[in-house]
């Protein structure tokens, strides 16, 4: 196979390397628009799961203004999203919604998004 012999997946691997070095809360939102539409799975996974787990201050971000409504929509549906109430979660959305008045409609999906689980950083729903 052509990428074992130029050794291709060691360089993915250690672009990927660097890469999760540099990984944020406020690098979050841009590295996982970049893991999705880039096909790079680890720095997806990893921008994902930092941006549920600090989803009040990732929402706080630039990044997170420019997600589009499938990732974000995806956020907000996942069981390990992180916030201290949902009306945290609501002032994201507004956020988000208010940024981008111009942007693809927002669908139904991201408009009944209050009934998506949140957990507080406890665990306790």
């Known amino acids: 196979m052509m990428a074992d012999r130029y050794r291709m997946e060691s360089v993915l691997e250690a672009v990927e390397n660097e890469i999760l070095q540099r990984?944020?809360?406020?690098?979050?939102?841009?590295?996982?628009?970049?893991?999705?539409?880039?096909?790079?799975?680890?720095?997806?996974?990893?921008?994902?799961?930092?941006?549920?787990?600090?989803?009040?201050?990732?929402?706080?971000?630039?990044?997170?203004?420019?997600?589009?409504?499938?990732?974000?929509?995806?956020?907000?549906?996942?069981?390990?999203?992180?916030?201290?109430?949902?009306?945290?979660v609501f002032e994201a959305v507004v956020r988000w919604m208010r940024h981008r008045p111009h942007a693809e409609p927002t669908p139904p999906h991201l408009a009944s998004f209050s009934a998506a689980p949140t957990r507080d950083p406890a665990g306790v729903a």
Not at 36 to 62: D, K
Not at 73 to 87: K, R
């Open 23 to 88: 990984l944020t809360v406020e690098t979050s939102g841009d590295m996982l628009t970049t893991g999705i539409t880039s096909g790079l799975v680890r720095i997806e996974s990893e921008s994902r799961n930092l941006a549920l787990q600090c989803f009040e201050p990732f929402s706080r971000t630039e990044g997170f203004l420019q997600l589009t409504n499938d990732t974000l929509a995806s956020l907000l549906h996942s069981d390990a999203l992180v916030a201290l109430s949902e009306e945290a």
